[in-house]
């Protein structure tokens, strides 16, 4: 079998060449055309042209066809675009590490290349949309896309940073980053096959670099804080003596204002009494790079002497010229003259170097510990009762995958190299305990093994917060596939309850079809309610509290409940009589029920038994049960049981924590019980575990017992006794929507009361029926939602021609997302997916009554 070359596999395919498709067309196009001139012209005047010439001609077409399938055969022509198109200056393009788009001044794409496409937002159902549209819906962009915009309108480049919150598609994992992207223009040059004038848009993600400049500059500035207040002075002169940079704490001593130091007004013969200029100047003599100690006397601007102690460095150039010198500065006026006062700072400098929270080692050559501090055995978990650690391995300590790296490292110590990349290492003790290891060269003195110091940092914590972190952007993902998932399954369920809707207005209780119709009906509506949970899961569903009885919550999730704790656990359900309704989110509670049934199963891993249990507790019972921070008031407890292996109470203090979980790594986030935690507190409840190790668990809800007010009671009544609403209207009716299911059943249910309905697939679709009409329709619904141009997109087009229009949004996502595209237009109504034929029927005319009584 013939295998492909590695280079069509490779090859990055653009998004879109229109010029090629064009080409080829009129290519084909002009040929076809000749043939059929040639055809009508022998049979117009086939008595005028001899036989032998149609002969020679039929001959020639054969001749020239059998030569075309030889070429073709032996690869001499070939009908494929992709290889046609695969010229140098297409591979430039297609090759380019940053998204190119080649447009007209006029916005219209012609040529996309595959890096541009990886970009969220830049393909909308599977075609490229412009650069600027790429950043229409961004504020910060606004100024710069329109100036590129201008600068390609008028042939000219341009180049612009545009800064992003969130990034381009907005991760709710990056909300709080901000993202850069280096977008710039430029006119090409007029080619032979190009119609029109065309300019290149390319587009660059620059975040990581943005972000590497800043930290580099951070770095830089601490650094340079840091040798400002260092306790010791330093200063660094070139060759000629002129004092390049001078730190704080030596511009103190010696009087002088660091805000007046300029680079080069200062001389060494300024602060270095008599010949000690020249001493520092002249180097070493064999050219070679060493630290001289020199005990010297400095002058002071007011001219006393400062005596101190200089660490001097001067350096050689390539061509044996002196370069620029490194100086350290310990004042030693202050320097201990007794042998007890160095005895005392032997102990300053004993404590400092056991008390920091750092653990520091000195090794010798062959990378054994001489000598350790305090710290040092705790962050390697090493007790010392059956061996000590002097002249123990470094490399021993540390886990077999980073005893490579750690030996790299020491042997660039040892080298005398200034700069050894930090070694990340598990330790070789049991458990997951990480250290991160900074290795540097030692000074080396006579009669001294000491040759190598490490610094270590316990990296446990961070270890587990990172991935803790991880964990958690993995759950969010999730979120957001299930939301996008629950969003399109919304508008499939549209479409059943709709059509069943509209199957049971034929079909009465007394036909055999109307109890499988209301099957379909109600398995859509479950169907329904876990679009619901999904949306909620993903923060994409309006959680509205409203009045519920929990025995019937509970006894709905009981099936699903059964299907998840498996066939070696039992559930079971015991409700109190006459239980008082309570006011909540019904898809919370579902939230807070699963979740703990769900930990409940995970803490009986050799199964069990789990009780729901539903009761009413009175005020007088509450003073009672001594549960902490709990106001006494009339309540409605659930109790989740499981015979679990129960918690000790130091779990049971950081139970409801953030991230603190007692499952392994990768089978729980932590957030469960925070997430029920925070439910019960905004339903304004309470919740106590109660737990016996080896026993089980058991989690109390207290949830306030709902009372209705009078007006309440009164508008209840009311609705109970109104009488049946009349569905029916004559107005004309704009329906947007792109789903076509969706759109032929609302489109049937509204005419089946009387209404005149125009339908649309899209915004842009829409505006051209309105022109039709001359913009005289009472009435828009549309979904928010669509290829091309969405409904809030659509809308701020439409209001230009009808400012009064009323329009209706239809979604499967939360009103309030809705609401945030709009802004403070409230003529608009929302009805969300999925719907049925009364909704939409009742929001309908609902919203026409409103236009009636405000006209």
């Known amino acids: 079998m013939a295998s492909t070359p590695r280079g069509e596999d490779s090859y990055p395919d653009p998004v879109l060449d229109a010029a090629r498709a064009g080409i080829d067309l009129w290519r084909v196009a002009l040929l076809g055309l000749v043939l059929i001139l040639m055809a009508v012209g022998f049979s117009l005047f086939s008595d005028q042209i001899p036989a032998e010439a149609m002969m020679a001609f039929v001959g020639v077409l054969a001749v020239a066809g059998v030569f075309f399938l030889f070429g073709l055969v032996a690869g001499l022509f070939r009908f494929s675009p992709t290889e046609e198109r695969r010229t140098l200056s297409h591979a430039v393009v297609d090759s380019l590490p940053f998204g190119t788009v080649i447009a007209g001044r006029d916005g219209k794409i012609a040529y996309v290349n595959q890096h541009y496409g990886r970009f969220p937002g830049a393909m909308n159902n599977g075609v490229p949309v412009s650069v600027p549209r790429l950043f229409a819906g961004y504020a910060d962009a606004s100024e710069a896309i329109y100036r590129l915009s201008r600068a390609a309108k008028d042939g000219r480049s341009a180049i612009e940073d545009i800064r992003v919150p969130g990034g381009l598609g907005g991760s709710q994992a990056e909300a709080g980053r901000v993202f850069w992207y280096r977008v710039a223009v430029r006119p090409l040059p007029q080619t032979d096959d190009a119609r029109k004038a065309l300019v290149a848009w390319s587009i660059e993600d620059t975040t990581r670099d943005r972000e590497s400049n800043e930290t580099a500059f951070r770095d830089l500035q601490r650094a340079i804080d840091y040798l400002d207040h260092s306790p010791s002075g330093f200063f660094s002169a070139d060759a000629n003596g002129r004092i390049q940079y001078l730190n704080s704490t030596l511009a103190d001593w010696l009087g002088y204002d660091l805000a007046e130091f300029n680079s080069g007004h200062l001389n060494l013969k300024d602060i270095v009494r008599g010949d000690g200029a020249s001493l520092l100047m002249r180097g070493r003599g064999d050219g070679e790079i060493r630290t001289e100690i020199i005990d010297i006397d400095l002058v002071r601007r007011n001219g006393t002497a400062l005596p101190v102690r200089l660490l001097h460095r001067a350096a050689r150039l390539a061509d044996g010229e002196l370069g620029e010198t490194r100086t350290l500065v310990l004042d030693m006026s202050s320097a201990p003259d007794t042998e007890e006062e160095l005895r005392a700072a032997e102990v300053r400098f004993s404590r400092f170097f056991n008390d920091t929270p750092f653990a520091i080692a000195t090794l010798d050559g062959e990378g054994r510990i001489i000598r350790t501090n305090a710290p040092f055995g705790r962050i390697f978990r090493w007790s010392g009762e059956d061996k000590s650690l002097e002249l123990q391995k470094l490399h021993d300590l540390v886990g077999e995958a980073s005893r490579e790296k750690l030996d790299r490292a020491l042997a660039a110590a040892l080298a005398q190299h200034s700069e050894v990349e930090p070694v990340d290492a598990l330790l070789s003790v049991e458990g997951e305990h990480a250290v991160r290891l900074y290795v540097s060269a030692s000074e080396v003195s006579a009669g001294s093994p000491e040759q190598i110091n490490v610094y270590a940092l316990d990296m446990t914590d961070q270890r587990k917060l990172e991935a803790q972190f991880a964990q958690s952007q993995k759950m969010q993902a999730v979120g957001q596939l299930a939301g996008g998932v629950a969003h399109d399954f919304n508008n ?364």
Request: proline share 4%; hydrophobic share 40%.
């Open 492 to 855: 499939l369920l549209t479409a059943i309850i709709g059509f069943s809707d509209l199957l049971l207005l034929k079909h009465k209780p007394g036909d055999p079809s109307f109890s499988e119709l209301m099957q379909i009906k109600q398995n859509a509506n479950r169907a329904a309610g876990l679009t619901r949970q999904l949306l909620a899961f993903s923060r994409r569903q309006t959680l509205r509290p409203q009045v519920l009885e929990l025995p019937l919550i509970v006894d709905d999730l009981t099936v699903l409940l059964k299907r998840m704790i498996g066939e070696k656990n039992s559930l079971s359900v015991e409700h109190g009589r006459n239980i008082w309704p309570v006011r909540a989110d019904v898809v919370q509670l579902e939230q807070v029920i699963i979740n703990l049934v769900v930990n409940a199963r995970d803490a009986m891993p050799n199964g069990g038994a789990i009780t729901l249990r539903t009761s009413n507790v009175g005020e007088n019972d509450i003073a009672g049960m001594k549960f902490e921070g709990m106001v006494p008031a009339d309540y409605v407890l659930i109790d989740v049981q499981d015979s679990g292996t129960g918690m000790s109470q130091e779990v049971l203090e950081k139970i409801f924590e953030p991230f603190f979980t007692t499952k392994e790594l990768g089978k729980g986030t932590g957030l469960g019980l925070s997430t029920v935690y925070g439910i019960v507190k905004q339903t304004e409840g309470y919740i106590y575990p109660v737990s016996t190790l080896g026993v089980g668990t058991t989690f109390k809800i207290f949830l306030p017992r709902y009372l209705a007010s009078t007006e309440e009671t009164a508008a209840k009544a009311a609705n109970a006794a109104a009488p049946v609403k009349d569905l029916t209207g004559q107005e004309r009716i704009l329906l947007v929507e792109d789903e076509e299911s969706v759109r032929a059943f609302s489109a049937r249910a509204l005419k089946a009361t009387g209404y005149e309905v125009f339908e649309a697939d899209g915004g842009e679709e829409a505006i051209e029926v309105l022109e039709e009409l001359e913009y005289e329709v009472d009435l828009i619904i549309s979904d928010v939602v669509m290829p091309e141009m969405d409904g809030p997109t659509m809308l701020k087009v439409i209001r230009e021609k009808m400012p009064n229009l009323k329009i209706i949004f239809v979604s499967g996502y939360a009103e309030e997302s809705v609401r945030r595209d709009i802004g403070e237009d409230q003529s608009v109504d929302f009805l969300p997916k999925p719907y049925s034929l009364d909704q939409i029927n009742s929001k309908v005319k609902e919203v026409l009554r409103r236009l009636d009584k405000e006209g």
